[in-house]
């Protein structure tokens, strides 16, 4: 997780597209944009225009308001907020959650390689 300071809307997408094992190719695939204009909104040499907030949160399956929260945090309470006391039913969340975004990045995947072809 990247901690420190506020993150801006470029390493944002950096944070989702590596913890995705996706590459900036395949990324600018799905954008229909150039590998090097998502290089350039990562390392914040380009605004990210609004109109691509919404595909990359789509895809990314975060809320448009995920980019736009400059508190720095990135990890997934910043998605999904819940408290559970339990400590045994907080762990079965969790082991369901790790679950589900590995099902997602299997999709994620799929879409890609048919984006490559």
Do not use: C, H, W
């Given at each position: 997780?990247l901690d ?9 997408i950096?944070?989702?597209?590596e ?12 954008l ?11 390392n ?6 609004s109109g ?13 308001d995920y ?5 720095g945090?990135?990890?997934?309470d ?6 559970v ?6 762990e ?15 999709k994620?995947k ?8």
């Amino acid at each position: 997780m990247l901690d420190g300071g506020s993150m801006t809307i470029g390493r944002k997408i950096r944070y989702l597209r590596e913890i995705n094992n996706i590459s900036q190719k395949q990324l600018s695939k799905i954008l229909n944009v150039s590998q090097q204009t998502i290089s350039q909104y990562e390392n914040n040499r380009r605004n990210v225009p609004s109109g691509a907030l919404k595909p990359l949160a789509n895809f990314f399956s975060v809320a448009t308001d995920y980019f736009l929260d400059n508190n720095g945090n990135t990890s997934t309470d910043n998605i999904l907020m819940i408290q559970v006391d339990d400590p045994v039913v907080r762990e079965e969340i969790e082991k369901f959650a790790k679950f589900l975004i590995k099902e997602s990045n299997k999709k994620k995947k799929l879409k890609i390689e048919r984006n490559s072809k």
